[in-house]
């Protein structure tokens, strides 16, 4: 069955250093996401992808982040000053038709900043 | 910002019997409903859905019910396995939009 992959599965990274997470989506797939979820809370939208470009944000989703398709295949997320409240798992989710029939989620990236 | 809400968050049954996992919502702009299961160490997964036109949807031992009137579903499994022991979570959403809004999730722990 197809995956999203992501990597790493854990990343540790000194406040205020960028720190990129990377996925690779289902190949036929056209919609791309991620989500975050800070331990003991629920799962957050960060920000949808589609056609090279963001489709929308969360308010979240603030300069600090970006996203990028740099080769076709692989969908990262940039932090470019991390904090410590950026401590979180970052799922990757991507979808064939958008939201309705559900994502394939990613096993997750564990941020922690330290 | 609760716009879903799931009350419990545990929940146990004993195998072979029914689970009755609950959720809320506040914003009636919501059209479309999934309920999702997450192992630990893994990425949620897509379980079922249901469109705001229904009230019913069923897939195997899932049955997903929606009250909208009430603001209100609920996720019945039937019978449980142990294999069902993880946590649920429900998610809304309006169609065309991109955003899923995840509940808190519900941890359910089947006993043998």
């Known amino acids: 069955e197809p995956e999203v992959t992501q990597t790493p599965s854990h990343q540790v990274t000194q406040m205020g250093q960028e720190v990129i997470l990377r996925c690779v989506p289902i190949?036929?797939?056209?919609?791309f996401y991620w989500y975050r979820q800070i331990l003991g809370q629920k799962v957050e939208f960060l920000v949808s992808?589609?056609?090279?470009?963001?489709?929308?944000k969360s308010e979240i989703f603030d300069d600090q982040f970006s996203v990028e398709r740099p080769d076709g295949s692989n969908f990262t997320l940039k932090i470019r000053s991390t904090k410590l409240e950026d401590s979180a798992m970052y799922f990757c989710?991507?979808?064939?038709?958008?939201?309705?029939?559900?994502?394939?989620f990613g096993s997750g990236t564990r941020l922690t900043v330290v | 910002d609760q716009q879903v809400k799931q009350n419990s968050p545990s929940l146990s049954v004993q195998e072979g019997r029914i689970s009755i996992l609950n959720c809320d919502y506040t914003?009636?702009?919501?059209?479309?409903f999934l309920w999702y299961k997450k192992y630990p160490a893994e990425g949620p997964t897509f379980l079922i859905s249901?469109?705001?036109?229904?009230d019913k949807n069923e897939d195997g031992r899932f049955t997903v019910f929606l009250n909208k009137s009430a603001k209100h579903l609920s996720l019945h499994i039937v019978p449980s396995q142990p294999g069902d022991s993880a946590v649920y979570f429900c998610?809304?959403?309006?169609?065309?939009?991109?955003?899923?809004?995840f509940g808190q999730g519900t941890r359910l722990t089947i006993n043998p």
């Open positions: 914003n009636s702009m919501f059209d479309y």
């Open positions: 989710a991507s979808s064939e038709s958008g939201s309705t029939y559900g994502y394939t």
């Open positions: 249901i469109s705001s036109i229904k």
């Open positions: 190949s036929n797939h056209l919609y």
């Open positions: 998610a809304a959403l309006i169609q065309g939009a991109q955003k899923l809004v």
């Open positions: 992808f589609y056609n090279n470009e963001i489709s929308e």
